[in-house]
């Protein structure tokens, strides 16, 4: 039994060697990678592949369904103006009294 154990255990020390080997290489590699290209960078350019493709979605929208977007642009256009247009026809139909 006590031979089967020392196997055991020699197998099991050759497993964590080979994993902490393939660990520091990975590790090694990361580290180097970095050093390359830091974080800020990786996420600045990880934003912008995001806000194009973003973009990219919003122009496909807008090609399938240029009236539906034109009727909503306009629609907040007028909400914004809303008082200014309600001024000018109040106005307007003050005059044809």
Do not use: Y
């Not at 909503?72 to 200014?84: C, D, G, K, S």
């Amino acid at each position: 039994m006590t031979a089967a154990l020392e196997a055991k255990v020699l197998a099991d020390k050759a497993a964590r060697d080979t994993c902490k080997l393939n660990l520091d290489t990975r590790l090694a590699h990361v580290k180097q990678d970095l050093s390359v290209r830091g974080i800020g960078g990786r996420i600045a350019d990880e934003v912008i592949d995001n806000a194009k493709l973003i973009f990219d979605e919003g122009v496909a929208v807008v090609e399938e369904h240029p009236a539906v977007v034109g009727g909503t642009i306009a629609a907040i256009v007028l909400w914004f103006l809303r008082n200014p247009v309600i001024d000018g026809l109040n106005r307007v139909l003050k005059s044809f009294k």
